[in-house]
């Protein structure tokens, strides 16, 4: 099993900046990729970006790409998910998620979910 604890979410104006950070526990060793969602009241769980846990090979979604970058720190076992220029519609709980495949953009293809991070852009 993995666990992942999720932390940095927070109330930021519009035009704003956010840190999140996913620290990953357990059988670190299994995962091949982590990623974030993000889940708004209402809609469905929404990818937003994921990374190859060896290679550093990064996707983003066409909606917060040029905005938002993921990274990783391997001997951390942590992930980031730096989010610059922040907007209103970024409002959502965001969930780190982790699977030992390559990485995928459907949630439901995702093994290990943390609790999630709410973040709150004011416009």
């Known amino acids: 099993q993995v666990q992942l604890v999720e932390s940095g979410g927070g109330l930021v104006q519009a035009g704003g900046s956010l840190r999140l950070s996913c620290a990953a526990s357990?059988?670190?060793?299994?995962?091949?990729?982590m990623a974030w969602f993000r889940q708004a009241p209402g809609k469905e769980r929404e990818f937003v970006s994921a990374v190859n846990w060896r290679s550093g090979i990064t996707y983003h979604a066409d909606s917060v790409k040029g905005r938002f970058t993921i990274s990783r720190d391997n001997a951390k076992n942590t992930v980031y998910l730096q989010m610059n220029s922040l907007q209103p519609e970024d409002t959502a709980v965001y969930h780190c998620a982790a699977r030992p495949g390559v990485l995928r953009t459907s949630a439901t293809l995702w093994d290990y979910w943390g609790q999630g991070t709410q973040v709150t852009v004011s416009a």
């Open positions: 357990g059988r670190t060793d299994s995962i091949s990729a």
